[in-house]
T-cell receptor, first 114, second 116 residues
Framework: GENVEQHPSTLSVQEGDSAVIKCTYSDSASNYFPWYKQELGKGPQLIIDIRSNVGEKKDQRIAVTLNKTAKHFSLHITETQPEDSAVYFCAASIRGGSQGNLIFGKGTKLSVKP | NAGVMQNPRHLVRRRGQEARLRCSPMKGHSHVYWYRQLPEEGLKFMVYLQKENIIDESGMPKERFSAEFPKEGPSILRIQQVVRGDSAAYFC??????????????FGPGTRLTVL
């Protein structure tokens, strides 16, 4: 089955710097890759997603890139702010088949220091 | 438009008791997923349901755990004879179309189960 690896497990940056989180997946059939932000005591909140027919997607300060050949995708946050501090999870799934469940990475705890 | 609702938010049970977790999907959503999150871990898929049907329960333990999504009312995740290892945060997500190419899963705030 699908396996998603996420690195780093913790990341500390200064306010205004960029942050990059990387994930790899094992199942070449996976075609949907969302990123979730989870604040303490809350549920995961979708921040951006990408499908396998696209190599890059951007939404203001957040961007995601996908390399299908290498089976890895990355989250890029520019001009980080203290409120970006949270745990970020990548996930992968196969859309269009009979399964719909997301396979999650173990998360990256991002700390943005003012 | 209310998001995914889960209750209770916190649940304390003694070993051997039953835990019932409820999830009301977003309005218009007919697909529900349950995930479990252990401390410092990612979310692990448990079960995927549509109204009155279990589509995929491959992630759910064979014993003590069951889930339903009736025609009327919320989805229920039921854990019988809880043990300390069941202590975790349980999240529900809903989507409008299931495993199509256009849907997304939206998560609720979770139920934090503590087994004493």
């Amino acid at each position: 089955g699908e396996n998603v690896e996420q690195h780093p497990s913790t990341l500390s940056v200064q306010e205004g710097d960029s942050a990059v989180i990387k994930c790899t997946y094992s199942d070449s059939a996976s075609n949907y890759f969302p990123w979730y932000k989870q604040e303490l005591g809350k549920g995961p909140q979708l921040i951006i997603d990408i499908r396998s027919n696209v190599g890059e997607k951007k939404d203001q300060r957040i961007a995601v890139t996908l390399n299908k050949t290498a089976k890895h995708f990355s989250l890029h946050i520019t001009e980080t702010q203290p409120e970006d501090s949270a745990v970020y999870f990548c996930a992968a799934s196969i859309r269009g088949g009979s399964q719909g469940n997301l396979i999650f990475g173990k998360g990256t705890k991002l700390s943005v220091k003012p | 438009n209310a998001g995914v609702m889960q209750n209770p938010r916190h649940l304390v049970r003694r070993r051997g008791q039953e835990a019932r977790l409820r999830c009301s999907p977003m309005k218009g959503h007919s697909h529900v997923y349950w995930y479990r999150q252990l401390p410092e871990e990612g979310l692990k898929f448990m079960v995927y349901l549509q109204k009155e049907n279990i589509i995929d329960e491959s992630g759910m333990p064979k014993e003590r755990f069951s889930a339903e999504f009736p025609k009327e009312g919320p989805s229920i995740l039921r854990i019988q004879q809880v043990v300390r290892g069941d202590s975790a945060a349980y999240f529900c997500a809903s989507s409008p179309l299931g495993s199509s190419t256009t849907d997304t899963q939206y998560f609720g705030p979770g139920t934090r189960l503590t087994v004493l």
